[in-house]
């Protein structure tokens, strides 16, 4: 029986991933916990029960403090009785002395209180060693699979060690957690609660990029690649910064790996997310435009009081520098933490130009102030006498100038007179009124000319020939729209041949042979 009890008490440690000690330690006190329920012992005893680990044997121990006058005998003995049982030795008042007792089968009741005690102990000595275990590891990278998820919060089980917890918050946007699913996650809060530790654990910790990359690139691993920043945007697009401490070593190239393998890695790993890896420098302006990757900028104008930079791209990168919604501008300025405004060549070149013309209209707006004001002071100055000498100068300068202007006038009006060769004004009405009369009796004599050139015998009727019938349609008269009829056209207008597939038709007919319709050809 003793080395079936050792056994059962290996199986649990070992199916609890406990020590040994623990699991004894656990099994003494629900034994205590059963003697004391005993009737035979008492309650409000003090017992203590000793198991041994490498026999099984169970040692049962009373436990009372040594007083002056007893009121408990379970609990207290006077100076006396305990120098009776311990002789030799000597006591004071207040010092605990142990009686070994006979250890007994307990009832049913005390077993059952002991295997509650026994479950009630090993779940707390479970819940220290895990807070033990991961209290120290916040910031740790565990694989974790999802268990079942409730109101948004997920429950991961990491290594079948520990329960985690993946809140909302935690949560990638793009993500889709299934039960089942293995995925790499970051330890970023260990708590004690009334339940146990809780694990919070994160899918979108910039920390966790940083991990992943420590596990792919042993550069970065061994310290000859660092990362100096690290801006994300989780599930999306995110972009790292990393600077060679050792000569000679692309950080870049280092992080992507041979043909992208590493940092495909870990894009896989945090299902297609896109990284841009660039390259850290002290020079701002030079780091600013890398973080613009994968941009190429023309110019980085830096304001460092207040921290801000002005970068021009060209025309046709505006839209890439930018991004999708500002994206890569947003996550330039985080990783830099520099305000970033872009924009065109074009749009500097406007303004440029905009200044430019403003600083010229000023100063011609200057120099027209300056001589209005001068003239505005100088009549204050001067005195009455060379104000009216000023007035009667600019009168004379307005009749010469209105004078000038009569002698133009009067030399067009004769000038007027002489093409018109001496006439007066109703003698010119009179010869334009005669000339429109002859232009009238010109347009009429020749309207007369044209209608006596047409030729009247194409009104005649031309004679039938072989007796045919003699009236003759308008449209054989003119020849043209015969063409038009039989749903071809010809150039120039010619008479229409008969069609030699046509059969034979009645004499007289439109159809007929020779005759109108037939096709025959027409005289004239």
Known sequence: MKSDFL??????????????????SAVEAALASAYRKDGASGAQSNIRVHLDPNTGEVEVFQIRTVVDEVTNDLAEITLAEAKKIRKGQTFAIGDMIEEQLSAHAAGRIAAQTAKQVVFQRLREAERELVYAEFAEKSGEVYTATVQRGFGGVITMDLNGRASAVLPPSEQSPLERYRPGMKMKVIITEVTRTQRGPEIIVSRTHPDLLKRLFEMEVPEIYNGIVEIRGIAREPGSRSKVAVYARQDGVDPVGACVGLRGIRIQNIVNELQGEKIDVIQWSRDLSVYISHALSP??????????????????????????????????????????????????????????????????????????????????????????????????????????????????????????????????????????????????????????VEEDVIDDDI??????????????????????????????????????????????????????????????????
């Open 459 to 524: 009104w005649k009727v031309p004679e039938p020939i072989g007796g045919g019938p003699t009236i003759r349609f308008a449209e054989d008269i003119l020849g043209a729209p015969q063409a038009r009829r039989g749903g071809g056209r010809r150039r120039g207008g010619g008479p229409r041949r008969g069609n030699a597939n046509r059969g034979p038709r009645r004499p007289g007919g439109p159809g007929a042979q020779g005759g109108p319709a037939g096709g025959g050809d027409f005289p004239g």
């Open 295 to 448: 941009a190429q900028p023309l110019r980085v104008d830096l304001n460092e009081a207040e921290q801000a930079a002005i970068i021009v791209v060209p025309d046709r990168q505006l839209s890439l520098a930018i991004g999708r919604e500002g994206q890569n501008a947003r996550l330039a300025a985080k990783l830099t933490n520099w305000k970033i405004d872009i924009k065109s060549s074009t749009e500097i070149e406007i303004e440029r130009m905009r200044i430019q013309i403003e600083g010229t209209v000023a100063e011609r707006e200057t120099a027209e102030t300056e001589p209005t004001e001068a003239v505005a002071v100088a009549p204050e100055a001067a005195d009455t006498e060379e104000a009216a000498e000023r007035a009667a100068a600019i009168a004379a300068e307005e009749a010469a100038i209105m004078a000038e202007l009569e002698a133009e006038a009067a030399v067009q009006a004769e000038e007027v007179e002489e093409t018109a060769g001496g006439l007066s004004a109703e003698e010119l009405l009179a010869l334009e009124s005669l000339d429109q009369i002859d232009e009238e009796i010109e347009e009429i004599i020749v309207e007369e």
């Open 7 to 24: 056994i059962a008490v290996t199986q649990l440690a070992a199916e609890r991933n406990l020590p040994q000690d623990m699991v004894v």
